[in-house]
């Protein structure tokens, strides 16, 4: 996101505890300014004297797991560090807040690609929390879109953190280990690419639009399918082992994203097949 804003000449100001964010991502030209949202006064200082046109805020905790064993941290960081961003957006001066929220683990269980007005059920502390945010956002006195985002994979995605299965297959490709399944491979995500999603941020911080908005690509994929797509792409996996299912997490997950597209605000772009040909290319998993 911070590249696609730097190409369009944006000036980019980064605020990250660099608990999970690494440096090394960004382009020497946006600066970084190292503070935790969930600490008021940091944020204060962190952002002194700026006049800022537009927020895109992303800082949380995201492991669905871990936001079961530790609850106040996930409160401290997706509640609170909302409330501090939003509260200091307005002191800035910013004229749209586009906030990062998850589709995955807002609605709970989807048999039918999730809309805007699907009652949200969130399932862990982790979406419990990013509902709240989107609550805290929408009630903020300043033209905001919350996002609800699918599945994001692409170039760059961390392998150790919890939704990156498809950075980790392919790693594991790569690496000729073998890859873990968790239950019967049957969990269905709707995976978007990140590039797409970029492209629904940048939209987004137009300014035309408020409200919520799915960003995703209506389409749910099994982890087996995904394995086929890869096994296409990669050859046959180096490996397969079996581990139970994990802990809060819904069997379904997809959302439609008819309204972004209705509204003329977004629409996917990049198929799941030619996604992870891209991402295989940039991990080097692919030549050329
Ligand atoms: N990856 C996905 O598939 C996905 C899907 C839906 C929504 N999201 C949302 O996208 C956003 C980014 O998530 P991600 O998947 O890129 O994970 P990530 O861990 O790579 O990104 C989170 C970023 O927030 C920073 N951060 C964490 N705690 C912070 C704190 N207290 N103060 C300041 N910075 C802090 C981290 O250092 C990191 O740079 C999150 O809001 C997440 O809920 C991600």
């Known amino acids: 996101m911070v590249d696609a804003l730097l190409a369009r000449g944006d000036q980019v100001l980064v605020v990250d505890d660099l608990s999970t964010g690494d440096r090394?991502?960004?382009d020497g030209r946006a600066e970084l300014r190292v503070a935790d949202v969930s600490?008021?006064?940091?944020?204060?200082?962190?952002?002194?004297g700026e006049r800022i046109g537009g927020v895109v805020?992303?800082?949380?905790?995201?492991?669905?797991?871990?936001?079961?064993?530790?609850?106040?941290?996930?409160?401290?960081?997706?509640?609170?560090?909302?409330?501090?961003?939003?509260?200091?957006?307005?002191?800035t001066?910013?004229?749209?807040?586009?906030?990062?929220?998850?589709?995955?683990?807002?609605?709970?269980?989807?048999?039918?690609?999730?809309e805007e007005n699907t009652p949200v059920d969130p399932r862990s502390n982790y979406g419990r929390f990013k509902a709240q945010a989107e609550q805290i956002v929408a009630g903020s006195r300043m033209p905001a879109v919350s996002l609800r985002l699918a599945n994001i994979y692409g170039p760059r995605q961390r392998r150790d953190l919890e939704g990156g299965v498809i950075a980790i297959f392919i790693e594991c490709w790569?690496?000729?280990?073998?890859?873990?399944?968790?239950g019967d491979g049957r969990y269905e995500r709707d995976y978007v690419y990140v590039g797409d999603v970029v492209e629904?941020?940048?939209?987004?911080?137009?300014?035309?639009?408020?409200?919520?908005?799915?960003?995703?690509?209506?389409?749910?994929?099994s982890v087996n399918d995904l394995v086929r797509e890869l096994t296409a792409l990669l050859g046959v996996p180096p490996g397969v082992t079996h581990a139970p299912p994990r802990p809060a997490e819904v069997l379904r997950g997809c959302v439609d994203p008819s309204k972004a597209a209705?509204?003329?605000?977004?629409r996917p772009r990049t198929g799941l097949r030619d996604g992870l040909r891209r991402t295989a290319r940039a991990e080097g998993a692919l030549p050329g």
């Open 24 to 26: 090394a991502n960004l």
């Open 39 to 48: 600490d008021r006064g940091a944020l204060e200082r962190a952002l002194a």
């Open 57 to 91: 805020h992303c800082a949380a905790k995201t492991k669905v797991v871990e936001s079961m064993e530790k609850e106040e941290l996930y409160r401290d960081v997706i509640v609170r560090g909302t409330e501090n961003v939003v509260g200091l957006a307005r002191q």
């Open 93 to 114: 001066g910013a004229s749209i807040f586009v906030n990062i929220s998850t589709g995955g683990a807002i609605y709970g269980e989807t048999p039918v690609c999730a």
């Open 174 to 182: 790569k690496r000729r280990r073998s890859i873990t399944m968790f």
């Open 200 to 221: 629904a941020v940048v939209a987004a911080l137009g300014g035309k639009w408020t409200g919520v908005y799915n960003i995703g690509t209506g389409v749910a994929t």
């Open 262 to 266: 209705r509204e003329d605000l977004w």
